[in-house]
């Protein structure tokens, strides 16, 4: 089919685009609905090894206006708070407080209650300076920490905390230096690392993600201590492999 002079319209993409979706399991907004469900099987995915791997990062782009998550009956979404760098993870401290990681620049934020319009009461940056920071828990468990552990991507620091905190009150210190880094300047692969505690709080688990995404310890030095879960005691001591 020849087409000569033709003009594709945005409502025509969205048309174009709409369908596609309707026809796969594999779907963007247009075809999500609170309940539904969509089955992928193993017909719907490519073969193994189908194509080169590649690093094909995210990249933000602004959001259609008429693209917003949708919510059951009796429920709504509204925007709680914009203008963020990167924020990858929020733990909620005993009190309430959201504790936002902003991994890019190595800051934390703290964002506490909600005003008439709905955003924060109060926004404030707890610490700064930190490395690709991602994982954050509270020590030890319960209502009453002492302090905030984070995980960078190559060590597990901790700042003094007591409830109700909105900055550090102390400087960072060091609990675990050598946790093997990742992203581009910190030898390369799956950089995040989340934490958590026993319920206990004798044990701190340490997740760290692979170099490569198929690989294992036997022949390659550079996934020791990688795709792992790591325990170690409160201080930092005593590391082992969980997991």
Partial sequence: M????????????????T??????PFVDFRGQQPGTVHKVTVADLP??????????????????KDAWP????????????????????????????????ESRPGTILVLRGFGPDG????????????????GLAFYPPGKDPRWLYVGNTDSVVRFPYVTGDLKARGPEEMV?????????LRGGGH?????????D?????????????????DNNPGEIRRADILAFDADGKNERVFA
């Fill in 47 to 64: 073969p193994p090894n189908a194509t080169p791997s590649a690093d094909n990062g995210p990249h933000l782009v602004p959001r259609p």
């Fill in 191 to 199: 950089w995040t690392r989340d934490l958590a505690f026993s319920l």
């Fill in 176 to 184: 675990v230096p050598n946790i093997p880094g990742g992203g581009r």
């Fill in 119 to 134: 955003k924060p009461l109060v926004k404030e940056t707890f610490a700064t300076g930190l490395r690709q920071p991602f």
């Fill in 19 to 24: 369908l596609l979706a309707a026809a796969s």
């Fill in 201 to 217: 709080g004798k044990k701190l688990f340490v997740s760290v993600g692979s170099r490569s995404n198929n690989d294992d310890t």
């Fill in 2 to 17: 020849l087409i000569i002079g033709a003009v594709i319209t945005d409502r025509d993409l969205h048309l174009v685009f």
């Fill in 70 to 101: 949708q919510a059951p009956a009796g429920f709504k979404v509204d925007l709680y708070a914009e203008g963020l760098d990167n924020p990858r993870l929020i733990r909620t401290a005993p009190n309430g407080d959201l504790f936002v990681v």
